[in-house]
Structure formats: structure tokens, C-alpha cells
């Protein structure tokens, strides 16, 4: 991927971040997009440039129409092009709430960041792609989307996601022939510490949770992101890949049976 440019959303902390560094050891440059941690972000830029790549620290949330457009905008103007999209970033509730209980601001705060930030973001990516006939969109959904499942306490969070999934699929039929991959990369419960650790150090830390043995880390989601985005990777698009260790959160979270 050597030349390439990538713009990973919502990189400063956590899986997204672990991404960037990814793409830039495979030899992109990296465009770094926070809205709230600029300290994180910058020092994340530091980091892709120590790895000999170039780095734009962009502050944008994508949730807002204009300014996901103007992210792209900015990337192509700082770095020359754009060739490889990840839209990591999207609101989550961590309170579980059931859907009568969501406000309305709650609901399209979820739905345009999870799912109408994906539509600005690619629409105004995809001229480049097209024009050069080369392109890799990666969106993060979670874990089944593929399956369109029920998720109690979730619903706006999933029917974003689901809704990402269907426009993903739809998008990798549209765009094949200008050269343009879309995939889905699923995450599971992977939690801090562990969204920015390596493998490695995850192998001597044991978690029941999940069928293998031991926590994900943002290594693990990282990798399957950088295979996605590679030259040779031009035959995989519309698939969606969970990164779960096996782990089903959906039929343990209980919630169904809370009163």
C-alpha cells in the first residue's frame, strides 16, 4: 500500500486508532479525524510520521453532513488524493434504553452518525476512487449486523448498523467496476484497555466471555482492516467479517427479561 492515502474516522483513541497505525506500517499516509481528543490526535499524527508517513490531523464530526464532506475535502487538499476510506467512528448510548424510551434528537444523533455520516463521507470520496479506478471503503458495523439481529436496549444503535451492512453490499455492486472494494468489519465486545494493545500481550490474559480464551484487542481488528485494504485484496467486497472471538454478545446480554 506503499503511496496510498488513507482517512480513518474517529482514529484518535481506540479501534480506529489502532487502524491508522496499521495502514501507515503498511505504508500509507494516514489522514487522523477526532472531534473532541485533539491531544490524542496529534500525538497519533506524530506517531504515523516517526513510521516515515506523511500525517493531517483533521477535526471533524462526520455526524453533521457538511462537515463529513468537508473531511474528505480537507484530506484530498492536505494530502494529495484519497484512496483508502475507514469510517470507524459512531455514536453509542451506553445506557440501555428501550426504543420508547429514546428521545428523538437521541434517535437521529445515532442514525446520522452511525449511518448518514457513511453516505456523506463515500459520495464525496468516490469521484477520486472512480478517476483513479482504485479504491478500498471499510465501515465497522458489530457483531451479527450481517444477520439483521434484534439487540433490546439497542435499537437505534442496531438499525443504523444494519442499515450500514445493506449499503455496504449495495455499494460493492455499484462501484466494482471502477475498481472500488466495500467491505464490513464487525468488532466484538473488545473493551479498554484493550481497543489500542497489540496481540502479544493479550495472549497471557485470560477472559471466560469469549470462546478463545482471551481478549480482542484493536490488533485484531486492525489486521483484518489492513488485509481488506491491500492491492491483491480487489476480489473481496460486500462481505461482512466479525472479529468476535467467537464471542455472541447479543443472545447473553438478558435484557429481553428486565422488567
Not at 4 to 29: K, P
Not at 35 to 62: K, P
Request: aromatic letters at 6%; charged letters at 25%; hydrophobic letters at 45%.
Amino acid at each position: 500500500m506503499q503511496g496510498r492515502v488513507a482517512l480513518v474516522t474517529g482514529s484518535a483513541t481506540g479501534l480506529g486508532r489502532a487502524v491508522a497505525l496499521a495502514l501507515a506500517e503498511a505504508g500509507c499516509d494516514v489522514a487522523v479525524n477526532y472531534v473532541h481528543s485533539e491531544a490524542q490526535a496529534e500525538a497519533l499524527a506524530r506517531a504515523v510520521a516517526d513510521l516515515g508517513r506523511r500525517a493531517a490531523c483533521l477535526r471533524a464530526d462526520v455526524a453533521d453532513a457538511a462537515a463529513a464532506e468537508g473531511l474528505v475535502a480537507a484530506v484530498e487538499e492536505q494530502l494529495g488524493r484519497l484512496d483508502v476510506l475507514v469510517h470507524a467512528a459512531g455514536p453509542f448510548l451506553f445506557d440501555r434504553r428501550r426504543l420508547a424510551e429514546l428521545t428523538a434528537e437521541e434517535w437521529r444523533r445515532l442514525l446520522d452518525g452511525n449511518l448518514s455520516s457513511a453516505f456523506h463521507l463515500v459520495r464525496r470520496a468516490l469521484p477520486g476512487m472512480r478517476a483513479r479506478h482504485w479504491g478500498r471503503i471499510v465501515l465497522f458495523g458489530f457483531s451479527e449486523a450481517g444477520q439483521a439481529p434484534g439487540w433490546p436496549g439497542r435499537a437505534a444503535y442496531a438499525a443504523a448498523k444494519v442499515g450500514l451492512v445493506s449499503l455496504a453490499r449495495s455499494l460493492a455492486l455499484e462501484e466494482a467496476r471502477h475498481g472500488i472494494t466495500v467491505n464490513v468489519v464487525c468488532p466484538g465486545d473488545i473493551r479498554h484497555p484493550w481497543k489500542e494493545r497489540r496481540i502479544a500481550e493479550a495472549r497471557g490474559a485470560a477472559d471466560e466471555r469469549t470462546p478463545v480464551g482471551r481478549p480482542g484487542t484493536g490488533e485484531d481488528v486492525a489486521r483484518v482492516v489492513r488485509f481488506l485494504c491491500e492491492e491483491d485484496s480487489d476480489f473481496l467486497t460486500g462481505n461482512v467479517i466479525e472479529v468476535t472471538g467467537g464471542l455472541s454478545p447479543l443472545r447473553r446480554s438478558g435484557f429481553e427479561r428486565r422488567t
